[in-house]
Structures are given as structure tokens and as C-alpha cells.
């Protein structure tokens, strides 16, 4: 019945083909958010509550913003951070990095399963998985977190400043959909 039930909630959700020979065309959206969606955008669908972290990569001209849960309004249920790249004002790349709970149930291995129904048999490397139809990519692997001694996750803002980081790692589920055209480096 499970599996009936899975089949029935993803027909809708079937990739089309792409024109280019016989890959799937990776569906550009996670969580709500899709590739190409504007700051604003993205702010309109997850209201902030403080301001976000944010990086620049000046290589690839790529403004990365960290959204912890506590974050935004709205925010995913099951997600711990939300990364969002930003590139020429457009979105170009969601990762997301599920929690604890989330990511005993549904590991990295269960959940590159469930794509692989929709997007075919993967490519891998190691413990990562990742699909690509030319234009998008699409990836599962395990996100390492610091963590203390006793398992709890360290925030950006009580992680260790020593040399040699956290002696504790703590993993989670995690899933990435970028632009491939971005971070190309051919």
C-alpha cells in the first residue's frame, strides 16, 4: 500500500524529458524554492526573522546565504539550514541540511533511493550521489556537522576556533540543486 501511495504522489511530479537524448530533466525547485527565483522572491516565501548570514565566493561571483531554522518564517519542517547561492541577483544554488530526527528516518542513502525513481540510476562517489541533465544537478550526500562531545550540533557561532576544529562530527541528510553553468569549472 506504501509504495502504491509513493507511486501515486510522484506521477504528478514526473520529470519530462529532456530534449538532449535520453536524460531526465531535474525539476529546478526544493523546497518550495526554484533556481532562478530573485532575493525578494525568496524572502517573500520565507519572511526573515533576523538577518542572514552570508558569504561571497569572488571566484565564481556567488553570494551564499545561511538560513537556520530560527531564521525565517515558514521555514521547512525537518530542515536545519537552508544554504541559497546567489548569482547576478538569481538563485542559483538551494542546499538543504536536514535535522537529527529527520535524518535517522530518512538517511542519504534512503533518500538518493526515492530520486533515483525519478531521475534514474545516479552517478556516485564515494557516499555521494548526484544526477545531471546537462543544465541542473541534483545531489544527496551525508553533511557533516560539528559537534560536541556529547553529539549536540555546535551553531556557526559556538563552533570552535582551535586549528584543528571540532574533534566531534555529527551527520545529516543533505540534498543540493545548483546551476550547473555556474560552478562549471570546464
Known sequence: MRAFLLAVLL?????????????????????????????????????????????VDKRLGVTRYRVESGDAKGFPPHLRTLYLGFHHGDLVEIEGVYDDDYSRRETYERLASEYELLYGRPRRSG???????????????????????????????????????PTVVAWRTGVQIFRRAVFSRD
Open 11 to 55: 506521477l504528478p511530479a514526473a520529470p519530462l524529458r529532456a530534449q538532449e537524448g535520453d536524460a531526465t530533466a531535474i525539476q529546478p525547485h526544493l523546497f518550495d524554492l526554484h533556481l532562478d527565483d530573485s532575493l525578494r522572491e525568496v524572502r517573500r516565501h520565507f519572511p526573515p526573522l533576523k538577518k542572514w548570514l552570508s558569504t
Open 127 to 165: 557516499d555521494r550521489f548526484w544526477w545531471d541533465d546537462g543544465s541542473t544537478v541534483l545531489r544527496v550526500f551525508p553533511a557533516e556537522l560539528p559537534a560536541a562531545a556529547d553529539g549536540a550540533i555546535l551553531s556557526s557561532m559556538t563552533a570552535p576556533s582551535t586549528k584543528e576544529g
